[in-house]
């Protein structure tokens, strides 16, 4: 089991390769007529191939930070380049773009198309990015034990065989970075192991970076690094 020691943003693996870089991130809320500072100045790099687990209270701006990294929302301030991409200044198309063609994304809820099959589900966001791989979807499949679910929608599918749907679809573009926002917290403990321990081999797979936001200290400690997000800082 990979350990479950905090590191400051510094010690990425040494010698690797950044693929994801942030500094002195910033975002602010108004609510109630008042600024609720969620995040300020968060400073994070990741490595290509690297799984790294964010842990917080709740309110620390987890998942605000992962949202800010795949350009569903943007930042008051700072900085986020993945690659060659400054995040940070791209506008609505542009991150459109970029969640189409190199991130990859998995939610606590599922968020499957109802009315598509999970054959369909699986290959939709690789169709729309114009990377559908046939031999890659057959890998992802037998990987996920889904070779018997395919004709099945979404509403026929237990809480586990729906998220190991939404991994395989998230990965079937083969993204560059796989972000998770509490992707197992509405399932059970050993459905929960099963599931990540599925999604840790197939980012080994692709060699894409991986974030992770979980409550589960014991889900993170099965990552390459563990970070706590206080008070809108890295810890």
Not at 62 to 76: E, F, M, P, R, V
Request: include cysteine.
């Amino acid at each position: 089991m990979a350990p479950s020691v905090l590191r400051s943003v510094e010690l990425i693996p040494s010698g690797a390769q950044i693929l994801l870089s942030i500094r002195n991130l910033s975002k602010t809320f108004t609510s109630a007529d008042e600024p609720v500072h969620v995040l300020r100045g968060v400073d994070l790099d990741l490595a290509g191939g690297e799984r790294v687990a964010l842990t917080g209270e709740s309110g620390s701006g987890k998942s605000t930070l992962l949202h800010l990294i795949a350009g569903l929302d943007a930042a008051d301030g700072g900085t986020i380049r993945l690659e060659d991409t400054e995040v940070t200044r791209l506008a609505d198309a542009g991150r459109a773009e970029l969640r189409r063609d190199r991130i990859g994304l998995v939610f606590q809820q599922f968020n499957l198309i109802p009315s598509l099959s999970v054959a369909d589900n699986l290959a939709f966001q690789a169709r729309i990015a114009g990377r559908h791989e046939a031999a890659w979807t057959r890998e992802l499949v037998e990987r996920l034990g889904l070779g018997g679910l395919l004709k099945r929608y979404p509403e026929q599918l237990s809480g586990g065989q729906q998220q190991r749907v939404a991994i395989g679809r998230a990965l079937a573009t083969r993204p560059s970075l796989l972000l998770a926002d509490e992707p197992t917290g509405n399932l059970d403990e050993a459905t929960a192991d099963e599931v990540l321990a599925l999604t840790r081999d197939l980012v080994a797979r692709t060699g894409c970076g991986f974030l992770m936001v979980t409550h589960s200290l014991h889900l993170a400690g099965t990552l390459d690094r563990h970070i706590v997000l206080h008070a809108g800082r890295i810890a």
